[in-house]
């Protein structure tokens, strides 16, 4: 089966279905991480199956697979039966940490962890960029906002557009969806963030609220009121849409075309777990800019992470050496389809892909779908990202905590 048939399924808060696995191997073979074959991909899905019923149980190649694995989720879709093989590495990490924490590195990573890996960028963004998302944080309530999501917080002038001209921006590193998390397996946090969350909307007495970012809406439509949020009453709106309606109906004209240019896009993981053919959506809008679009070799429903990913797992925890692996691969694979630019339309990939630029030495031009209408529509982007993921690299080199003590995530209140 190809990843074009893979079939859409939001994620569901249930355990992995042992009782209709057939072994077939499916879920591992199609892994944009591992591409098992099939052989050995029977093996461990059995493998990881009884991992989880037995404390005592050891297999080097599963324990492998456990800390490679990004919780892309991709496995879920290839799943026949749909057993939710994800579900079940990520029960994996949960019971991992709730018996031995997490290694400090990971601290450095954590949403809610102050200071972390966002905050140094934050200290250290212009006077004009900082000033924005101070104001961000204002509580003021409003019935219709742009929520920008922890990623577009680091990278607040993708918002100095029209793009954006008389929307209400409201959000905060506190108020983060969880995401991180969530692909973590760590579901008494999300639990926490849900709740904490809830009293956010509730507080500014918001109806509507446009987002860009992928996981966000992911998290806010579909995950978190499975893990006890109420969000009634508020409609979670993706901007990438409206956009294109303003693009498509001329009320955003195009003055700049890119005819002729050829682009490569790199899919947000969540865009497979938020709506049917969601990752479809960039792609009208780049071609109504005139971009030629050639597929990477895995995109849409098996996209790699960014790099981020492989960060998640309870035996990686965020390790620098495993997150550079990360972007590189992700790189190494936009790249091969040989385009004039990458393109992204999620800030968090857009940071992880800029540093991989730094450790992949390529020249290729990786831009946020922002930064391409803006041209298009006449504005000039500002394109910080180079200076931010020098200070994502900067920042954990010198900050991330080191040495073998683990600890346990405090109470997100």
């Not at 500002?382 to 931010?388: G, L």
Request: net charge positive; glycine share 6%.
């Amino acid at each position: 089966m190809s990843s074009s048939e893979y079939p859409f399924r939001k994620y569901e808060r249930k355990p992995f279905d042992r009782d209709r696995c057939a072994a077939c191997g499916a879920c591992l073979a199609a892994c944009p991480v591992m591409h098992l074959p099939e052989d050995r991909a029977k093996q461990e899905i059995v493998s990881l199956a009884k991992y989880l019923e037995d404390d005592q149980y050891a297999r080097a190649s599963t324990d492998a697979l456990l800390k490679a694995c990004t919780s892309c989720f991709t496995c879920n879709l290839a799943c026949p039966n749909d057993c939710r093989p994800a579900n079940l590495i990520l029960d994996i990490w949960g019971r991992q940490y709730e018996r031995e924490g997490l290694p400090v590195r990971a601290r450095y990573f954590l949403p809610h962890s102050v200071p972390n890996f966002r905050t140094y960028v934050i200290d250290r963004l212009p006077r004009e960029e900082k000033a924005a998302v101070a104001a961000w944080q204002g509580l003021k309530p409003a019935r219709e906002i742009f929520y920008p999501g922890c990623n577009m917080i680091t990278t607040p002038y993708l918002t100095f557009s029209r793009l954006f001209e008389g929307m209400a921006i409201r959000g905060a590193l506190e108020y983060c969806c969880g995401e991180m998390y969530f692909r973590m397996g760590l579901h008494r946090q999300l639990e926490q963030v849900a709740q904490k969350t809830t009293r956010y909307f509730k507080r500014i007495e918001v109806e509507r609220v446009h987002m860009l970012c992928t996981a966000g809406l992911n998290m806010f439509t579909n995950v978190l009121p499975q893990f006890g949020a109420d969000f009634s009453g508020i409609e979670f709106v993706p901007y990438l849409k409206v956009l294109h309606q303003k693009l498509e109906s001329g009320a955003l004209p195009v003055v700049k075309r890119f005819d002729g240019q050829t682009i490569a896009l790199q899919d947000a993981c969540h865009a497979k777990l938020y709506e049917q053919d969601y990752h479809a959506w960039p792609r009208r809008i780049l071609e109504l800019l005139g971009f030629t679009i050639i597929e990477p070799n895995q995109s849409a429903q098996a996209a790699l992470c960014c790099g981020i990913g492989s960060g998640f797992s309870h035996n990686a925890a965020y390790g620098k050496t495993d997150l550079i692996a990360g972007q590189r691969e992700c790189m190494r694979n936009v790249r091969a389809a040989k385009t004039d630019y990458i393109g992204v339309y999620c800030s968090g990939c857009l940071e992880m892909l800029s540093v991989a630029k730094y450790v992949s030495w390529t020249q290729r031009p990786v831009c946020h779908i922002l930064e391409l209408i803006q041209e298009a529509i006449g504005e000039k982007p500002a394109r910080r990202h180079r200076a931010i993921a020098f200070n994502f690299l900067k920042g954990t080199l010198l900050k991330q905590e080191r040495g073998n003590e683990r600890f346990f995530v405090p109470p997100i209140d």
